[in-house]
């Protein structure tokens, strides 16, 4: 069902430039051509009565209900699947439409429990209006006839119901889930009067292939489809146009709420990343705002074996002042640091970074795109010149070749993997690079033309390979080379890409794929048309990163598919606002802006502005703190959203860094894992109780929107002001808009950013100044921002985690669709009833082997580590290759990776893991461990609530 106040104008929107004009009722409209009746009679003005029709959808015709007349044709056609013609002449009303009308109203009717006052939906249910619309009074076929009244609901999914009672047969939902999800879990079982949606093979909705994106309830016109939320707390009041806080799509939801309760997230149809779609997370996955474990009391502690003391916050924000301020006067100004949160706003980003620079006086400051995507901003920099992706998600529509490296869009993107989708139905040709089959390769009406099914951390010499092919096999579009690139720079990666070392007859023994199908993605991507690569973590967390989006950059440079729509490199960030945590300078190199801390013009803007002296050397990164705590040099870090302990590689290394500080402040929703290492915990607020932006990976900065009070009394940005102040270092903003105008003012990409023109325009994609006023949706359309292209050369050196007879196979990581990130959110919400563990994925030669059966306890062991999951054996596992999530602290994925890392960003090789794998009967030392470790420290809490209470 519908947003309360979304307008339908029945069919889609017609993106034919040329217009036709026609007369509706004795009014001339112009539309353009391709539009339906339908919805010109919308845009004059006119509802036409509808029910299988909705602007989401193509029109389908079956309900009869938008009958119109036309002069000169015969009948009564179909207002939404007839197109407008010029010179055609309407009539949407007359006694005759009207009495037909009622006929078909009237057999609907016949067939419907009349249970309206009782019903969910009622008040916002499109059969009532159209009951009310065409002046149904009577139904003369009676209610006793046979009828579906006493069908049983299908609950058996968490956040919506099925109640086939109150179905029309329309069909909405069946193409919805086709059209806009593109899963094909519904379909109109039998025939006539016994037709009915059937989700799979007739079970129940769980027991199908649904995703629980939520579409078919989105489409549906009645209450048969209905969110649990909206059937236990009745309709809203209100609603809010917010960004979703999970990925880094950044769909546009509206959140309906009464008085301080969401009563559900509708996906707002004129979002401009997700165009009126949603996934399970951000569409269902917000009850952890309001879940029992949400921490609101700040709290302090000496050691973190004492217990916790709730406190106010003006003693939590003094004591943690307090001690930063010993720890600089006893182990010098460089002995703290902060981390800055991809899930906070860009203003708290910004501030966390400030606060730094300027209150800790160092640039001791990281971010955890530190572990994502550090090696696209250092990769992109170097080649095109500007840190981001180069298109908006709507390019895909005019790509012909998409080539997905290392990234899992149906899992980790879901809304960017249905735009995908539709786009590979329609006919664009798909490569996947990936060591697994991912679903993309096979899914429904999709079929990729070419699997690289290559080893893990051999993407460098994969890409050589490809480049090989299209260097020697005379594939390169000279004449964008020419006009756009380096000369030198190109001559020289001509040469190197030409070495027959390169060529996928010498790369094929080290990355396993047939040089074959090699050769013929290479000819796919330089000659298919427009030609789009996407990319994710599988590219970026390997120790030659940086190296491989270097490699990925100057393929598309070589086929001159940068600068336009359908073509580009496109990072899929990980959390909702990586892209806008690194903008807004977390790096301890770069001021906002990606702008050298040496760089002393820079520099001086800031510190005039800010009115402090900044340190003209990059502070430590994320892994350098680790090292310097546990040499003794640093001592306290400010954590903002983030749960390193869980999310960096490496755990026990970790952990024994952060055992080794003195002040540890943790800001969370959740006494995360991280928090159990701290000694100052400030409660954080989710995106429901603050103002702010998100930036997705689409460079689109769009505004978060306050829908209810922070539940601990202050928004994140309210508390890093407070901390500022009580260092010393004065912040005083109102509003998080004055922060974005200081943003603005600061920094040229972001000139002309303001909420206002964000209020004016729905979002905006930076750069955002005097010279884009509207943003810029395409990068590099006239030349590349650094001016010219540069090629760079990326010879392929073997990662040196190598597997062994000891530690034989390769453990990589990833994702699912309903967990995220640490799970720190979902595992609070019902999506744990999709995955309620990590497991082990292991393919059956593999397991055979070992004598692993599905659902065996595996313990796996690396040179770093040990832990126990549960085994899935599956043939999306390549021989050799095991994969996991880790969503689950417990599960301690990360216990197992290393410290490799990326060569220029540091950046965890999280994707190459030798480890062996043996069935076991018991957790490992580690878990137990860490069980005993967790209950100590939630006993440490409990202490601090019975204390308070
Ligand atoms: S929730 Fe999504 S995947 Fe499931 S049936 Fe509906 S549209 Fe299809
Ligand atoms: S469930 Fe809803 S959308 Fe689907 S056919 Fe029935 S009434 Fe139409
Ligand atoms: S695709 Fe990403 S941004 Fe969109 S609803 Fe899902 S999690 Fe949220
Ligand atoms: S709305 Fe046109 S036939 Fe149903």
Same mark, same amino acid.
């Given at each position: 069902?519908?947003?309360?106040?979304?307008?339908?104008?029945?069919?889609?929107?017609?993106?034919?430039?040329?217009?036709?004009?026609?007369?509706?009722?004795?009014?001339?409209?112009?539309?353009?051509?391709?539009?339906?009746?339908?919805?010109?009679?919308?845009?004059?003005?006119?509802?036409?009565?509808?029910?299988?029709?909705?602007?989401?959808? *193509?029109?389908?015709?079956?309900? #009869?209900?938008?009958?119109?007349?036309?002069?000169? /044709?015969?009948?009564?056609?179909?207002?939404?699947?007839?197109?407008?013609?010029?010179?055609?002449?309407?009539?949407?009303?007359?006694?005759?439409?009207?009495?037909?009308?009622?006929?078909?109203? @009237?057999?609907?009717?016949?067939?419907?429990?009349?249970?309206?006052? $009782?019903?969910?939906?009622?008040?916002?249910?499109e059969l009532q209006d159209m009951a009310g619309a065409v002046g149904l009074r009577e139904v003369r076929y009676g209610f006793d006839g046979a009828s579906h009244t006493a069908m049983a609901k299908d609950e058996s999914n968490p956040y919506f119901t099925y109640d086939p009672s109150k179905c029309i047969v329309c069909n909405r939902c069946v193409r919805a889930c086709e059209e806009t999800q593109g899963t094909f879990a519904l379909t109109i079982g039998g025939r006539g009067f016994e037709a009915r949606v059937t989700a799979g093979t007739g079970g129940s909705f769980m027991d199908s292939d649904c995703v629980s994106c939520g579409a078919c309830v989105q489409a549906c016109p009645t209450a048969t489809l209905t969110e649990t939320s909206l059937i236990r707390l009745g309709q809203a009041e209100r609603s809010t146009v917010t960004t979703c806080a999970y990925c880094g799509v950044g769909c546009t939801f509206k959140a309906e709420t009464k008085g301080e309760e969401v009563v559900r997230m509708v996906p707002y149809k004129d979002g401009q990343a997700n165009d009126g779609h949603a996934c399970v997370k951000g569409r269902f996955a917000w009850g952890y705002a309001t879940h029992q474990d949400r921490m609101l009391k700040p709290m302090i502690r000496a050691r973190i074996t004492d217990p916790w003391r709730e406190v106010s916050w003006e003693e939590a924000i003094a004591y943690a002042a307090c001690q930063f301020r010993r720890i600089q006067a006893e182990h010098g100004r460089d002995a703290i640091g902060g981390i800055v949160s991809s899930r906070c706003t860009n203003e708290e980003g910004y501030l966390v970074q400030k606060l730094v620079r300027a209150a800790f006086g160092n640039n001791n400051v990281d971010t955890c795109a530190r572990v994502c995507h550090s090696p696209t901003g250092y990769g992109l920099k170097q080649t095109l010149g500007e840190s981001a992706g180069t298109q908006t998600f709507r390019s895909v529509e005019k790509a012909d070749v998409v080539m997905v490296i290392g990234a899992n869009p149906t899992d980790g993107h879901p809304?960017?993997?249905?735009?995908?989708?539709?786009?590979?139905?329609?006919?664009?040709?798909?490569?996947?690079?990936?060591? #697994?089959?991912?679903?993309?390769?096979?899914?429904?009406?999709?079929?990729?033309?070419?699997?690289?099914?290559?080893?893990?951390?051999?993407?460098?010499?994969?890409?050589?390979?490809?480049?090989?092919?299209?260097?020697? *096999?005379?594939?390169?579009?000279?004449?964008?080379?020419?006009?756009?690139? *380096?000369?030198?720079?190109?001559?020289?990666?001509?040469?190197?890409?030409?070495?027959?070392?390169?060529?996928? @007859?010498?790369?094929?023994?080290?990355?396993?794929?047939?040089?074959? $199908?090699?050769?013929?993605?290479? /000819?796919?991507?330089?000659?298919?048309?427009?030609?789009?690569?996407?990319?994710?973590?599988?590219?970026?967390?390997?120790?030659q990163g940086s190296t491989a989006v270097m490699a990925i950059a100057n393929l598309a440079m070589a086929t001159g598919n940068v600068g336009r729509e359908g073509v580009g490199v496109n990072p899929l960030r990980g959390q909702n606002n990586v892209q806008g945590s690194c903008d807004m300078g977390s790096f301890p190199h770069e001021l906002p802006g990606y702008r050298h801390v040496s760089d002393a013009t820079t520099r001086g803007l800031f510190e005039s502005a800010w009115n402090v002296d900044i340190q003209p050397e990059p502070g430590l990164r994320i892994p350098n703190m680790f090292e310097a705590a546990l040499a003794g040099s640093f001592k306290g870090l400010y954590c903002q959203g983030e749960d390193i302990v869980q999310s960096d590689p490496n755990t026990q290394h970790v952990a024994a860094a952060l055992s080794a500080m003195e002040c540890i402040v943790v800001q969370d929703i959740f006494l995360n894992e991280t928090a159990k290492y701290a000694h100052v915990f400030l409660p954080g607020s989710s995106f429901l109780e603050k103002d702010g932006t998100f930036t997705n990976a689409e460079r689109r900065i769009s505004r978060v929107r306050r829908v209810m009070r922070p539940r601990a009394g202050y928004a994140d940005w309210e508390v890093t002001m407070l901390l500022s102040n009580a260092l010393g270092y004065a912040m005083d903003y109102r509003h998080p808009s004055e922060i974005m105008d200081e943003i603005a003012r600061l920094t040229p990409t972001f000139h002309g950013v303001s909420y206002d023109r964000l209020d004016e325009l729905g979002s905006l994609q930076w750069p955002c100044n005097d010279a884009a006023p509207q943003g810029t949706p395409i990068m590099h359309v006239d030349g590349f921002v650094r001016g010219k292209g540069r090629f760079m050369i990326t010879r392929y050196v073997a990662t040196s985690e190598r597997v062994n007879r000891r530690y034989p196979l390769i453990l990589t990581t990833g994702r699912i669709l309903s967990q995220y990130n640490v799970g720190a959110q979902t595992r609070r919400t019902d999506n744990v009833r999709w995955h309620d563990e990590d497991r082990l994925e292991i393919h059956p030669h593999d397991a055979q082997e070992r004598g692993i059966g599905d659902g065996d306890w595996v313990g796996v062991h690396s040179r770093a580590g040990e832990t126990v999951l549960r085994a899935l054996v599956s043939e999306r596992m390549q021989p050799g290759v095991v994969y996991t999530t880790f969503h689950f602290p417990e599960s301690g994925a990360n216990v197992i990776t290393t410290d490799n890392s990326d060569w220029a960003t540091n950046c965890p090789e999280y994707k190459v893991t030798a480890v062996q794998v043996m069935p076991v009967a018991q957790p490992s030392a580690w878990q137990q461990q860490y069980r005993d470790f967790n209950e100590r420290q939630l006993q440490l809490l409990q202490a601090a609530g019975a204390e308070a209470g």
């Open positions: 069902m519908k947003s309360i106040d979304d307008i339908d104008y029945g069919t889609p929107r017609s993106e034919a430039e040329r217009e036709v004009t026609l007369e509706i009722d004795g009014v001339a409209v112009t539309v353009p051509a391709g539009t339906s009746v339908m919805r010109a009679a919308m845009e004059a003005g006119t509802q036409v009565p509808k029910l299988c029709a909705t602007d989401s959808l *193509e029109p389908f015709g079956s309900c #009869r209900l938008c009958l119109v007349e036309i002069e000169g /044709r015969r009948g009564y056609p179909a207002s939404c699947t007839t197109p407008a013609e010029a010179g055609m002449k309407v009539r949407t009303h007359s006694p005759r439409l009207a009495e037909l009308r009622r006929g078909v109203m @009237e057999l609907y009717i016949s067939d419907h429990p009349l249970d309206c006052l $009782t019903c969910p939906t009622n008040g916002n249910c809304v960017f993997g249905s735009r995908l989708k539709k786009r590979l139905r329609a006919g664009a040709r798909l490569i996947v690079v990936d060591p #697994r089959r991912i679903d993309l390769v096979e899914t429904p009406h999709v079929r990729a033309d070419y699997h690289l099914q290559l080893r893990p951390g051999t993407n460098v010499a994969l890409l050589s390979a490809l480049a090989h092919v299209i260097v020697t *096999e005379g594939l390169l579009d000279e004449a964008f080379i020419a006009a756009r690139c *380096e000369d030198r720079a190109f001559q020289q990666w001509r040469d190197f890409a030409s070495l027959p070392e390169n060529s996928p @007859e010498a790369t094929a023994d080290v990355t396993g794929v047939p040089a074959e $199908t090699v050769r013929g993605a290479a /000819r796919l991507y330089a000659t298919g048309g427009n030609a789009a690569i996407y990319y994710g973590l599988g590219v970026t967390e390997h120790a």
